[in-house]
C-alpha cells in the first residue's frame, strides 16, 4: 500500500510538472509569430544566401522595435532541393510540426507554383517573394498567394521599351526551357510584335535549366545572323553563356536586352567578363543614393560587412510586408490577412510598393540600366528606376486572366 501511495503522489506531482511545461510551452508559442520559409538554397547560392541575410536583418529590426502585436517574429527556413514535390512536402512539415503561421519563399517558378496550388489547397497564407512567372497572380492566381517581386511580365515589358529604341529588325532568343524562360520570351515576342511588325525572330534556343551547352548556343546564335540578342539566362547559366559569346566576339557590335543580368549577385560572378552596354534589369547597389535605399544599405553592411544583393532586398522586403500585413490585420488569421494585404501600402529599400487587391501583385519596381565593366567589375550604369504600377495590367483585364471568386 505504502508502495501505491508513494506512486500515485509521484504520478500525480509527474503530471503536475508536465501541465505546467505544456503551460510554459503554450505561453512562449503564443508570444511568438513563426514564419515558416522554403527556398532552394543548395540550388541558388548566389541569390538566397543574400536574401536570408536580408529576412534576418529585418526579423531582427521587427524584434527591436516590439516585434508584432506585441509578439516576436520567429523565421523557420527549409531547402526544398529544388523540387516542386519536396517543397509541397516541406510546406506540410512545416505547418503540422512547426504550427508555422504562414508561409512565404520560393525562387524558382516551377517550386513558386507548387506552393501557390499548396497554399490554395490549404487555404493558408503564402507570400511569394522571389518566384517572376505571371501564371502565380493571374491564370493560377488564388486568394491565398500573394507575389513580392516585378512578374517576368513587369520586367520584360520595361525592356522592350529599351529594345524598340534600338530599332533592331532581326532578334534571337535565349532562355531558360522552363516557366520563367518560357513566359518571358512569350511576352517579348507579343509586344515587340504589336509595337515592331516587321520584327523577324531568326532563332529560339532554349537550353535545360543549369545546364546550358554553351558553346553550341553560342554558334546558333552567331549563324543567325542575328542584330540583336534577348537573353533570359541568369545564374551559372548566364556565366558560362557570357564567357562563351566573349570568346567568339558574339556579341562585338551586337545589342543585348537581357532580363535580371544587372544584379550584384550575377555581376560578382562575372567579375571582369562583365560586357559593356547590354540594356538589363538589375540593381544598383554602390551607387543608388535615395534615403530609403542608404538606411537599409548601412543597416546590412553593419550586421554582415558586407554589401547586400538583389536577393537581400526581397528578403528584407518580404519580411517587412508580412509584418506590416500582421500587424494591420491584428492577427496572423488567414481571411485577415487576405484582408490586410490587400491595398497594403510600405515602404522598400526601392521605394514605397502596395500590393494590388485585384491580383495580390505588389508594385515594387526594377531599375534598367547598361552593363558596364569598371575596373574589372560590372556595374549598372545610366539606370532609371521603373515603378511596377506602371507595367500592370488594368483591373479590366486583370479579371480576364484571373480566375474569379
Do not use: C
Request: positive net charge; aromatic residues 10%.
Amino acid at each position: 500500500m505504502r508502495i501505491s501511495a508513494r506512486y500515485r503522489l509521484l504520478s500525480r506531482t509527474a503530471s503536475a510538472l508536465v501541465l505546467a511545461g505544456l503551460g510554459a510551452s503554450a505561453a512562449q508559442a503564443a508570444g511568438v509569430i513563426k514564419i515558416g520559409e522554403i527556398n532552394s538554397y543548395k540550388n541558388q547560392p548566389a541569390f538566397l544566401e543574400p536574401y536570408k541575410r536580408g529576412m534576418e536583418l529585418a526579423v531582427d529590426e521587427v524584434n527591436r522595435a516590439g516585434g508584432v502585436n506585441g509578439k516576436k517574429l520567429e523565421l523557420i527556413t527549409r531547402d526544398d532541393n529544388a523540387n516542386p514535390g519536396d517543397t509541397v512536402r516541406v510546406a506540410e512539415e512545416l505547418i503540422a510540426r512547426e504550427k508555422v503561421d504562414v508561409l512565404a519563399g520560393g525562387f524558382l517558378s516551377n517550386t513558386g507554383m507548387a506552393l501557390t496550388d499548396f497554399a490554395k489547397q490549404r487555404k493558408f497564407f503564402y507570400l511569394a517573394t522571389e518566384p517572376l512567372t505571371d501564371k502565380m497572380v493571374w491564370s493560377n492566381g488564388n486568394a491565398y498567394t500573394f507575389r513580392l517581386r516585378p512578374s517576368t511580365y513587369m520586367q520584360v515589358s520595361m525592356l522592350v521599351e529599351e529594345a524598340l529604341k534600338l530599332k533592331k529588325k532581326r532578334w534571337a532568343l535565349v532562355y531558360p526551357n522552363y516557366e520563367y524562360g518560357q513566359s518571358s520570351v512569350a511576352t517579348f515576342k507579343a509586344q515587340m510584335k504589336a509595337a515592331q511588325p516587321d520584327v523577324e525572330f531568326v532563332t529560339e534556343q532554349a537550353t535545360v535549366l543549369g545546364k546550358v551547352d554553351a558553346g553550341s548556343v553560342v554558334q546558333a546564335l552567331a549563324d543567325s545572323k542575328p542584330d540583336a540578342i534577348f537573353n533570359v539566362l541568369f545564374a551559372t547559366d548566364l556565366t558560362k553563356f557570357v564567357r562563351e559569346g566573349n570568346t567568339r566576339g558574339l556579341f562585338k557590335e551586337r545589342a543585348v536586352v537581357s532580363v535580371l543580368s544587372g544584379e550584384p549577385e550575377y555581376l560578382d560572378t562575372l567579375k571582369d567578363e562583365t560586357p559593356n552596354g547590354w540594356i538589363v534589369t538589375g540593381y544598383p547597389v554602390h551607387s543608388l543614393k535615395t534615403p530609403e535605399h542608404k538606411a537599409f544599405f548601412d543597416a546590412y553592411q553593419a550586421k554582415y560587412k558586407d554589401y547586400p544583393r538583389q536577393g537581400s532586398v526581397v528578403g528584407y522586403a518580404g519580411i517587412k510586408s508580412l509584418a506590416e500585413g500582421i500587424k494591420k490585420a491584428g492577427s496572423t488569421d488567414t481571411d485577415a490577412l487576405i484582408k490586410a494585404f490587400e491595398g497594403l501600402q510600405l515602404m522598400s529599400p526601392f521605394g514605397p510598393i502596395t500590393w494590388r487587391a485585384q491580383d495580390h501583385q505588389s508594385t515594387m519596381g526594377a531599375y534598367v540600366g547598361k552593363l558596364k565593366n569598371v575596373g574589372g567589375k560590372g556595374e549598372l550604369v545610366d539606370y532609371v528606376y521603373r515603378d511596377g504600377k506602371d507595367y500592370l495590367p488594368s483591373d479590366e483585364e486583370v479579371r480576364k486572366m484571373r480566375p474569379q471568386p
